[in-house]
T-cell receptor
Framework: GAVVSQHPSWVICKSGTSVKIECRSL??????MFWYRQFPKQSLMLMAT?????????EQGVEKDKFLINHASLTLSTLTVTSAHPEDSSFYIC???????????FGQGTRLTVV | DAKTTQPNSMESNEEEPVHLPCNHS???????IHWYRQLPSQGPEYVIH???SNVNNRMASLAIAEDRKSSTLILHRATLRDAAVYYC?????????????FGKGITLSVRP
């Protein structure tokens, strides 16, 4: 099946710094990518929907200036957590989808710990 | 957004079939029914999806009610590796309905 690669798998950063997470679709062109965060024992919470070449659409309550999303090509989207704080520590997951009626493929997730 | 309702949890025995139900009474005509599963500390994995007809693949079968207000994911022979959280999600064509929004899912436990 199709593969979505997410990098890094885990990262520890100091409070106040920024962290970039990459999401690549390795063998297909992703028209849409989704970014999620997941806290322990909770479901995935959709943060934003990203379409190639256009601005991301953020869910209510998600700060677009804090969580910068760039979808520069059909195979790459990035999420930058700016000025990270301990409460931003979470499991971040990306998903890529090729078309309207096709399945979504997910990255392996990035465990972010802000100290 | 159309919503789905799933039981919180289910237990099954290894090598027996498992039927995971999902209710989606407000489904619209263009909503696809997707199923994904997630193991701890991993990203979700695609299982199956369909629109109106029942679907089969190497992982599972999806039985869709005639009125499309409910569906059932069928694992024909559960293994210990099938223990996961299973999510039933509706996804439409445009706008807000094209998002992939997760509910709480159902936690499947498999007894050896």
């Amino acid at each position: 099946g199709a593969v979505v690669s997410q990098h890094p798998s885990w990262v520890i950063c100091k409070s106040g710094t920024s962290v970039k997470i990459e999401c690549r679709s390795l063998d297909f062109q992703a028209t849409t990518m989704f970014w999620y965060r997941q806290f322990p024992k909770q479901s995935l919470m959709l943060m934003a929907t990203s379409n190639e070449g256009s601005k991301a659409t953020y869910e209510q309550g998600v700060e677009k200036d804090k969580f910068l999303i760039n979808h520069a090509s059909l195979t790459l989207s990035t999420l930058t957590v700016t000025s990270a704080h301990p409460e931003d520590s979470s499991f971040y997951i990306c998903s890529a989808i090729q078309g309207i009626n096709t399945e979504a493929f997910f990255g392996q997730g990035t465990r972010l710990t802000v100290v | 957004d159309a919503k789905t309702t799933q039981p919180n949890s289910m237990e099954s025995n290894e090598e027996e079939p498992v039927h995971l139900p999902c209710n989606h009474s407000t489904i619209s005509g263009t909503d696809y029914i997707h199923w994904y599963r997630q193991l701890p500390s991993q990203g979700p994995e695609y299982v199956i999806h369909g629109l109106t007809s029942n679907v089969n693949n190497r992982m599972a079968s999806l039985a869709i009610a005639e009125d499309r207000k409910s569906s059932t994911l069928i694992l024909h022979r559960a293994t210990l590796r099938d223990a996961a959280v299973y999510y039933c999600i509706l996804r439409g064509y445009t706008g807000a309905n094209s998002k992939l929004t997760f509910g709480k899912g159902i936690t499947l436990s498999v007894r050896p």
